[in-house]
């Protein structure tokens, strides 16, 4: 089984800085092993720090595919989408030349879009070079909701589906994500975290009196290599 590497840091500029320079490495020496490489970031309120350092990281970008671990089924230009973030935080400056492919594609739910949201990834090279996770407050990670229906299938180790769709019921938006595997999969994991609170809950995971066992757990379980673990307060 994986396990966690932490990285803690004293601030969260601090931490933005490091992790942006880690992720251009990587991403630099899959350039250099495969010709290109592979970027899965989220979406949220954690990632827009990260994303101003990472778009200014001199690399290669014209050989870099971007997409996002989850989305929620809203139009690209919708205040809560994953993609208008991404397109005003990190597809600029250097970055601007990476190959982003999104998650939303047509129909009005994500059951709809599904096989075309499955058939626009095929070009992104996988197993993930990177994949970026963020974790709400309630233990979801990417789209991958405690308590949503269709949780148990989108992260059952073997399935064989690369997206799900996924209602949640402590959140607003039909939501598309990647799976468990699709996830679990990347060649570097790493769970993007602030705060207290989001720190204590993850080690409430990793001990015994754990109350109960939740998505972003499921994940670094999972993972095919260690997880790691980017905190600042
Ligand atoms: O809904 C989502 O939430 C998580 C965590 O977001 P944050 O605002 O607490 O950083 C995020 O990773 C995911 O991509 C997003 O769709």
Redesign the pocket.
Known sequence: MAAIEWHDFANREALDTLLAASVAKTLAEAIATRGEASLVV??????AGLFAHLRQSPIDWGKVWVT?????WVDAEHADS?EALVRQHLLLDKAAKARFVGLKSGGNTPVEGLATSTAQLAAIPAPFDVVI?????DG????LFPQAPELAAAIDPAGMARLAAISPIT?PHA?ITFTLPALASARRLILH?TGEA?RDLLLRQFSADAPETLPIRRVIDAAKENCHVYWAP
């Open positions: 989220s979406g949220g309120r954690t990632p996002l671990a989850d989305e929620r994953n996770l963020g974790m709400g407050d979801h990670t990417a789209s959140a939501r975290m989001k």
